[in-house]
C-alpha cells in the first residue's frame, strides 16, 4: 500500500497524559499536512512542512502541541498534558507541492484520539 | 478567510438522482478541491479545478467554478448508495493548505 499511513488508529489516554502520533506520507511527496476534525465538522489546519521545513502554524496549535519532520520523510505530532478537548480525528495528508495538480492532497485514515 | 462554505449542510435524495452541492469563498484562490468523506474514515480527493477552469469532470462528478462569484458546484449524476457521504470543498491559496467548511452530508436511499 503507497498511500498516507498513520499510527496509532486509535489512542485512549488520560488527560495529563502526552501522546505521539506518527504520518509516513506517500514517497515521492514533499509537503505534509496535519489536521483536527472534530464530530461534525470539516478538518482544522493545524500545520504543514515542506521537507524538513515547517512552513506554517495554524493559531489552533496551542503550545502543548508540537510536530516534526526531521528528515523530511515521516511526521510526528505530539501532544503534551492532554485534554479533553483534545479528543478528535489528526488527520495527515501529503501532496507533491506546488499549484495545479502537483497540491492535489492525499489523506491518511486518521489517528482517532479520546482523552478521559 | 478562503474557508469554503459548503451548502446545503444535509441533502437526501433516491438513488438515480443527480445531486448538487454548492461551495462559496471570500478572497481569491489559486484552485479548489473537492472531497469526499465516509463516516468515520479519512478524506478522498475528488477533483481539482484551476481558478482559470471554469468546469471539470471526472465520471459521474462535474465540478463548476465561478470565480466572479467566489462559488463552486459539485453535481453528482445518477446517484447510488454508496454515494453516501460528507462532501467538503476545499479552496487553495498559493500555500497549498486546504481550508475546509464543514460539509455536506449526502444521503442516497436506494
Known amino acids: 500500500d503507497t498511500g498516507v499511513s498513520q499510527d496509532p488508529r486509535h489512542k485512549i489516554t488520560k488527560r495529563g497524559q502526552n501522546v505521539t502520533f506518527r504520518c509516513d506520507p506517500i514517497?515521492?511527496?514533499?509537503?505534509l499536512y496535519w489536521y483536527r476534525q472534530t464530530l461534525g465538522q470539516g478538518p482544522e489546519f493545524l500545520t504543514y512542512f515542506q521537507n524538513e521545513a515547517q512552513l506554517e502554524k495554524s493559531r489552533l496549535l496551542s503550545d502543548r502541541f508540537s510536530a516534526e519532520r526531521p528528515k523530511g520523510s515521516f511526521s510526528t505530532l505530539e501532544i503534551q498534558r492532554t485534554e479533553q478537548g483534545d479528543s478528535a480525528m489528526y488527520l495527515c495528508?501529503?501532496?507533491?507541492?506546488?499549484?495545479?495538480?502537483?497540491?492535489?492532497?492525499?489523506f491518511g485514515p486518521g489517528t482517532r484520539l479520546t482523552v478521559t | 478567510s478562503q474557508q469554503g462554505e459548503e451548502d446545503p449542510q444535509a441533502l437526501s435524495i433516491q438513488e438515480g438522482e443527480n445531486a448538487t452541492m454548492n461551495c462559496s469563498y471570500k478572497?481569491?484562490?489559486?484552485?479548489l478541491q473537492w472531497y469526499r468523506q465516509n463516516s468515520g474514515r479519512g478524506l478522498v480527493h475528488l477533483i481539482l479545478?484551476?481558478?482559470?477552469?471554469r468546469e471539470k469532470h471526472s465520471g459521474r462528478l462535474r465540478v463548476t467554478l465561478d470565480t466572479s462569484k467566489k462559488s463552486s458546484s459539485l453535481l453528482i449524476t445518477a446517484s447510488r448508495a454508496a454515494d453516501t457521504a460528507s462532501y467538503f470543498c476545499a479552496p487553495n491559496t498559493n500555500a497549498g493548505k486546504s481550508t475546509f467548511g464543514d460539509g455536506t452530508t449526502l444521503t442516497v436511499k436506494p
Open positions: 495528508a501529503s501532496s507533491r507541492g506546488g499549484t495545479g495538480v502537483e497540491n492535489e492532497q492525499y
Open positions: 478572497t481569491s484562490i489559486n484552485n
Open positions: 479545478i484551476r481558478s482559470n477552469e
Open positions: 514517497s515521492e511527496h514533499n509537503r
